[in-house]
């Protein structure tokens, strides 16, 4: 399903912006701005962003931060990427907020703009090629409940509180549950900043402060590769299942669950992001 919106989207984006690739004799130039390079998740999308390059005839550069947290760098490295004038421009945003005033500068320089994984708070990106995580957030809920017998103790790790796919995977998430399985109590909701070291410690505190822990929620690959370490170092092996949102080849949502790793999002899917991202831009 998601892979038919997403054609779509691409095929609408074709033909409001279609023309500008072949109003330049060179080789045109995309930039895409990610939200970090720590995870296996966004090297697969830069893998399908240089697949669709390379089809459309295009040239990209994929640069991101060191970290999901660095919302400063990602501020800059959009406004060095705008500097060069760009043909159109892609954007993971780290702060759904933070990048909109330099949005309007490549707006007011008719620079096609298209977000991917996290949009932004603004009509500015011409599309924005995501995960519904909202749903996503509510499927998984779902899940841990069936897992842990609809009752009990549960705490949530976060990436962050300012991009969109934080804001929503969190909200989708704790609003199914006190919705939809009152018997069940999130503890704690903290962030990690998508950190598998820095989640690791607070799932830690998690299940020390709360004995009766039954899952945790990690609502990235930092976040949930933080609580499988954590759990691990307080010895808890098959007291809290770990849960991480994940997203299926052809859009249908999953949570992988099992006592002592997560399922690995697949990568044909984050390839397809990558792809989807770059043709809206390139088109």
Known sequence: MLKRRL????????????????????????PLISKGFQHQFWQAVKSGAEQ?????????????????????KQIDMLSAALAKKPQALGIAALDSKAAIPLLKRAQNDKIPVIAFDSGVDSDIPLTTCATDNIAAAALAADKMAELIGNSGEIGVIVHDQTSRTGVDRRDGFVNQIKSKHPNI??????????????????????????PNLKGIFGANEGSAEG??????????????????????AEGQHHVGADGRRDYAEPGRYR???GRFGGEGAAR
């Open 52 to 72: 669709s390059a390379k089809a459309n005839n295009v040239r990209i550069t994929f640069e991101g931060p060191e970290t999901e947290a660095m919302v400063d």
């Open 227 to 248: 609580a499988a370490i954590g759990r691990e170092g307080v010895g808890q092996e098959a007291r809290a299942d770990r849960f991480r949102l994940r997203q299926g």
């Open 271 to 273: 390839q397809m992001r």
């Open 185 to 210: 109590k999130i503890v704690s909701v903290q962030y990690g900043a998508g950190d598998h070291l820095k989640s690791a410690e607070i799932a830690k505190a998690m299940i020390q402060a709360n």
């Open 7 to 30: 054609i779509g989207v691409v095929v609408g984006v074709g033909a409001l912006v279609g023309g500008s690739c072949l109003a330049y004799a060179d080789e045109p130039y995309i």
